[in-house]
């Protein structure tokens, strides 16, 4: 029996998560930004409907009523449910097939991994979940499928913004068609050639700005390979060039500079050159220096001039930390992953594939900072300290209520518990620069 309207869906994380640290050490996988949308929202689009709970790791499971979800393991509710590898990236024709999918039936990767099975039976989600019992072993009618796109490395997060981010936009955006968002809902606002302003001048595709955004002239606004979307309140300063495929977020400004292929999420602030690139919200860039073929979490605030490199010398591939280690991305052009929280001092250079974990702090760096930095560190070099815990959540404190927001409890605790597991390397790391055991910052 196929499943029908009535089927819930259920998002689930699995053992990937790890490689995609430290962007998943504070938000469960589903909530990176793959294209234009996050890996939740493009499930919804394609399903028509929003899902309705996760399984996560247990000290996300308070973040999931922020985000209209129910915490699957507390409130599984009536099933059956349609539990869907929150770490996938179907297109139309894959997800038509998952949403088929017979009751008791799944899908396995090529190499073992859970892509998504129907089921009404709670026991086996919950044996499955405490990984009590093997998928195999589940009792589930599971067969082998290829072709189910999945984020499985960072720098997949980077291929996915060029593979669908112009795609996105069109869609979303596209002339004769009612422009919905993923979730549903229409956008409101305007296409900037329907009634240019003075000094505003617009290339190309589509240009769409939403409602009480904010032009300011000059500013030129290419998009001959692709549309871009201007996000409700944001506002866009003189002297900004904007190049699609682009989404400005909601509340974010461009100060200045070429943005060029990248989503900036709700809340940014970015100055200077910005290409190919994902912030993923509330990130102030308000300097100039180069970010390319980067991934940077929210709350980053990058000291003036900080640059990533995103090119090899030799135009060879470029490795990038991974679980504790270095792994060919296979990528020709890839810059830095910053974890939330992340500050970087003024004239912060960035190695191709760097990797820096959450909290850190990067100060005292002479020429390029280490490839690898990680989760609450302050300093670099022999003089790297442990970020004291305290210390740490007062100015996160203090830069939230910089943008009136408020470091709400569920948050603290998440970032204390990535504080806490990230412990072993951190003191591994200090001990090999001879500074095990300092905690005064």
């Known amino acids: 029996m196929a499943n029908g309207g009535g089927t819930q869906i259920v998002l689930f994380e699995d053992e990937a998560v790890g490689r995609l640290l430290p962007l998943t050490a504070t938000r469960p996988v589903f909530e990176l ?3 234009a949308f996050t890996l939740r929202r493009r499930i919804a689009s394609l399903a028509g409907r929003d899902a309705t709970a996760a399984l996560v790791r247990p000290h996300l499971a308070p973040a999931l009523e922020s985000l209209g979800l129910r915490d699957f393991r507390r409130a599984a509710g009536e099933g059956p449910w349609l539990f869907v590898n929150g770490a996938a990236l179907p297109d139309a024709a894959v997800w ?11 899908w396995l990767s090529p190499r073992g991994r859970l892509l998504a099975f129907h089921c009404d039976d709670v026991r086996t989600v919950a044996a499955l979940s405490r990984g009590k019992t093997s998928p195999r072993e589940s009792g589930l009618r599971l067969r082998e499928r290829e072709g189910l796109r999945l984020v499985d490395h960072l720098w997949d997060l980077i291929g996915a913004l060029e593979d669908f981010l112009a795609d996105d936009l069109r869609r979303l955006l596209g002339r004769g068609v009612s422009a919905q968002t993923p979730g549903g809902g229409g956008l409101q606002g305007a296409f900037l050639d329907d009634a240019p302003a003075a000094g505003i001048h617009a290339t190309g595709e589509a240009v769409f700005v939403r409602e009480g955004a904010e032009l300011l002239a000059p500013i030129a606004c290419d998009a001959g ?5 201007i996000g409700r309140e944001a506002r866009v300063k003189p002297f900004s060039l904007l190049e699609g495929p682009l989404v400005i977020g909601e509340g974010a400004t461009v100060l200045g500079g070429r943005v060029a ?3 900036i999420g709700p809340g940014c602030r970015v100055h200077g050159e910005v290409s190919d690139s994902v912030f993923l919200g509330w990130a102030n860039k308000a300097h100039e220096g180069f970010v390319g073929h980067s991934c940077v979490g929210e709350w980053v605030n990058l000291g003036a001039l900080t640059t990533t490199s995103n090119l090899k010398n030799t135009y060879g591939t470029i490795r990038c930390w991974e679980e504790g280690s270095l792994r060919d991305s ?6 830095a992953f910053l974890g939330d929280h992340v500050r970087t001092a003024i004239g912060t250079l960035l190695d191709s594939g760097s990797h820096i974990g959450t909290g850190a702090n990067l100060v005292g760096a002479a020429g390029t900072a ?6 609450f560190v302050w300093g670099l070099g022999a003089g ?10 007062a100015g996160v404190e203090r830069a939230m209520s910089r943008r009136g927001r408020e470091l709400q409890p569920w948050e603290r605790e998440i970032l204390r518990q990535a504080y806490d597991e990230s412990a072993e390397e951190r003191a591994a790391h200090l001990g090999e620069s001879g500074a095990a055991g300092a905690s005064r910052r």
Not at 225 to 229: D, E
């Open 370 to 375: 280490p490839k690898w930095v990680p989760s």
């Open 33 to 35: 930004v793959a294209g």
């Open 261 to 263: 292929g990248s989503y």
């Open 330 to 335: 296979e990528r020709g052009k890839l810059g």
């Open 96 to 106: 038509a097939e998952i949403a088929r999918l017979p009751r008791g039936e799944g």
């Open 225 to 229: 390979r692709g549309p871009i979307l």
């Open 384 to 393: 790297a300290e442990e970020y004291d815990w305290e210390r740490f959540a």
